[in-house]
């Protein structure tokens, strides 16, 4: 299903509440530690042994913000998200070669960020609005694989 014009108004009204470090890194930070082999394309981030290790590390963190701010770009251009995602998606594809999956594993990660951080203003409308958006981000990303 693609982003409604009700999916949008949500997202748009909800977004720029958000700390993109702050979310960015438990986003990751659950990404590399649910998903433990995901931190294969992380080896510089130095020691990820532990909850505590992964959630506390600057470079966690430093990246977790630029995807968040990134998708916070993406947000800007809904209507062409593939296309702003064509490079990355490359990217990921052909020079690091991520499994796919992960862009959808780390938006179920980014979905409890979120819910951590709205409370009860993760209705879920909110949820399934995002859901929405991460669904289109993944399948973006996923499109240099096809």
Not at 53 to 72: C, D, L, Q, R
Request: hydrophobic residues 40%.
């Amino acid at each position: 299903m693609g982003l409604t014009a009700h999916d949008r108004q949500l997202i748009n009204s909800t977004w720029g509440k958000l700390c993109a470090k702050t979310i960015g890194q438990e986003a990751l930070g659950r990404l590399l530690w649910t998903y433990p082999w995901t931190q294969r394309y992380f080896s510089s981030f130095g020691n990820l042994n532990s909850a505590d290790a992964v959630f506390h590390n600057e470079a966690v963190a430093a990246h977790g913000e630029k995807v968040v701010t990134s998708i916070g770009e993406a947000i800007k251009h809904m209507d062409d998200i593939k296309g702003y995602y064509a490079q990355l998606s490359k990217y990921h594809s052909e020079t690091l070669h991520v499994d796919p999956l992960n862009f959808k594993r780390f938006g179920g990660c980014l979905s409890i960020a979120l819910a951590r951080h709205f409370h009860e203003e993760y209705t879920p409308e909110l949820h399934a609005a995002y859901e929405h958006l991460f669904d289109a981000i993944a399948d973006a990303l996923g499109k240099g694989y096809h």
